[in-house]
């Protein structure tokens, strides 16, 4: 088992930055895909960003292409997702997630762990 949870959601003005963390425990991540999803009001959940916990191999909806930045600490067991020129439709309930070992970065279906998710705001 993992269990994430999710902080640094906030309300920032549009063109400001934030940077989400989700911190995992339970077991080591060696071997697993972390990503993060967002959620708009009204809208299905989308995927934003993931990365290979073993390989940092990233991979990245087009919409954040060049302003968000996921990354993760080891040492820390935490993920970070950088976000940068922030845009009001980025507005949304950020979730951090991880498949199991072997869990493909880019298949949704495939993350079986969710923290709880964060609130991010834009307003602008």
């Known amino acids: 088992q993992v269990q994430l949870v999710e902080s640094g959601g906030g309300l920032v003005q549009a063109g400001g930055s934030l940077r989400l963390s989700c911190a995992a425990s339970g077991r080591a991540l060696s071997g697993n895909a972390m990503g993060w999803f967002r959620r708009a009001p009204g809208k299905a959940r989308e995927f934003v960003a993931a990365?290979?916990?073993?390989?940092?191999?990233?991979y990245y909806a087009d919409s954040v292409k060049g302003r968000f930045t996921i990354s993760g600490d080891n040492a820390k067991n935490t993920l970070y997702l950088q976000m940068n020129d922030l845009k009001p439709e980025d507005t949304a309930v950020y979730y951090c997630?991880?498949?199991?070992?072997?869990?493909?970065?880019?298949?949704?279906?495939?993350?079986?762990?969710w923290g709880q998710g964060t609130q991010v705001t834009v307003s602008s």
């Open positions: 997630a991880a498949t199991p070992p072997g869990g493909i970065a880019t298949m949704t279906s495939h993350y079986d762990y």
């Open positions: 990365v290979y916990w073993g390989t940092a191999r990233t």
